[in-house]
């Protein structure tokens, strides 16, 4: 079964740095998600990014997809407290089957301090 | 657009009770599809149904259930409930009409606590 390793598993950062997370999956990805989550709510979505090489920016995130590494990085530029909270990929390893599956991360908080 | 609705927010049963939860997808939605979160575990997969067929299932016991109207409303159902059964559960919507991939969106989650 497919797996997703986040890293780092926490980030402390000062508001208005850069910061970057990687998602790495045990199998080839057909679809990469991220989602943030306030603690104990909903999932928000992001982005979702299906092509090798393939990079989507919402505001200040950016997400890029590399296929070969099976791989994804999250990268949130000049952050805000607005930005703090837990950030999931999730990914659809079966390709044309996966009906509505996906296997997430384990997560990674994001803390950012005034 | 209104977003994935579910009902309850948030519950309190005691075990070997059964429960059953409420998923309203996004207008136009058809695929509607339904995880567990726990500190332990993680998010984990359910099931999930398009047009009213379960299509793909996720490793839970068959007290975990599940069934979609033809309006694309899903719920879920536990029986014989279990302190381990304490989670938020979330579902989330898809245009899908394929297996491929397709941006899921999810409800705010139901808090079920067991006692």
């Known amino acids: 079964s497919q797996e997703l390793e986040q890293s780092p598993q926490s980030l402390i950062v000062q508001e208005g740095k850069n910061l970057t997370i990687n998602c790495t999956s045990s199998?080839?990805?057909?679809?990469l998600y991220w989602y943030k989550q306030k603690y104990g709510e909903g999932l928000i979505f992001l982005m979702m990014l299906q092509k090798g090489g393939e990079e989507k920016s919402h505001e200040k995130i950016t997400a890029k997809l590399d296929e070969k590494k099976q791989q994804s990085s999250l990268h949130i530029t000049a952050s805000q407290p607005s930005h703090a909270g837990i950030y999931l990929c999730g990914a659809d390893g079966a390709g044309g089957t996966s009906y509505g599956k996906l296997t997430f991360g384990q997560g990674t908080i994001l803390t950012v301090h005034p | 657009k209104a977003g994935v609705t579910q009902t309850p927010r948030y519950l309190i049963k005691t075990r070997g009770q059964q429960v059953t939860l409420s998923c309203s997808p996004i207008s136009g939605h058809r695929s509607v599809s339904w995880y567990q979160q726990t500190p332990g575990q993680g998010l984990q997969f359910l099931f999930e149904y398009f047009s009213e067929t379960q299509r793909n299932k996720g490793n839970f016991p068959g007290r975990f259930s599940g069934r979609q109207f033809s309006n694309s409303r899903s719920e879920m159902n536990v029986s014989t409930l279990e302190l381990g059964d304490s989670a938020l559960y979330l579902c989330?919507?898809?245009?899908?009409?394929?297996?491929?991939?397709?941006?899921?969106?999810f409800g705010p989650g139901t808090r079920l606590t067991v006692t």
């Open positions: 989330a919507s898809s245009t899908g009409p394929s297996g491929l991939s397709y941006e899921q969106y």
């Open positions: 199998k080839t990805l057909y679809g």
